[in-house]
């Protein structure tokens, strides 16, 4: 049994012409976002749990509000795409817990493709967390969605 949670990051600042787009920063709104999913997500989640960021500023803010140790890597930043996330993951074949903080469009792409959807992809609210297992059932690997949770209904 494997878990993927997937956490996008909270609300950040508008991108203005010119400027770094990874190097956009939380909005006040967003810090209480990610403080209060943060705090969700600490009495849900699991020991040994493995967590991994994007590179980009509100991704890193988004995931120091867990206070946990994470890695950033590459491969989440914007314009990712499914299959690095994936093999990042280490999904299905590791056990235990992933959490990826990361952005739109790829996370709702994971999403309905693990969940086999119409769609190519999901809307995911920011400060969102879209929480998976994948788990054997009579012989049969199945991705089933445990639970999504948004900051503003914490």
Avoid: Y
């Avoid at 999913?37 to 890193?60: F, H, I, K, N």
């Avoid at 967390?129 to 054997?136: F, N």
């Amino acid at each position: 049994m494997m878990d993927l949670i997937l956490w996008r990051h909270a609300e950040a600042e508008e991108a203005a012409d010119g400027s770094d787009d990874l190097a956009r920063a939380l909005t006040s709104r967003g810090e209480k976002q990610a403080a209060r999913m943060a705090a969700w997500l600490d009495r849900q989640l699991p020991e040994g749990l493995r967590v991994l960021a994007s590179p980009a500023r509100r991704t890193e803010q988004t995931a120091n509000a867990l206070g946990r140790k994470f890695k950033m890597r590459a491969e989440l930043l914007p314009g990712g795409n499914v299959e690095d996330l994936l093999e990042l993951a280490q999904w299905p074949r590791s056990k235990g817990a992933v959490l990826i903080v990361g952005h739109q469009p790829v996370l709702g792409q994971t999403i309905a493709q693990l969940l086999e959807l119409q769609a190519t992809e999901c809307a995911v609210r920011k400060g969102a967390v879209w929480w998976l297992r994948q788990r054997q059932r009579l012989d049969q690997s199945q991705t089933v969605l445990l639970t999504v949770q948004s900051p503003e209904f914490l």
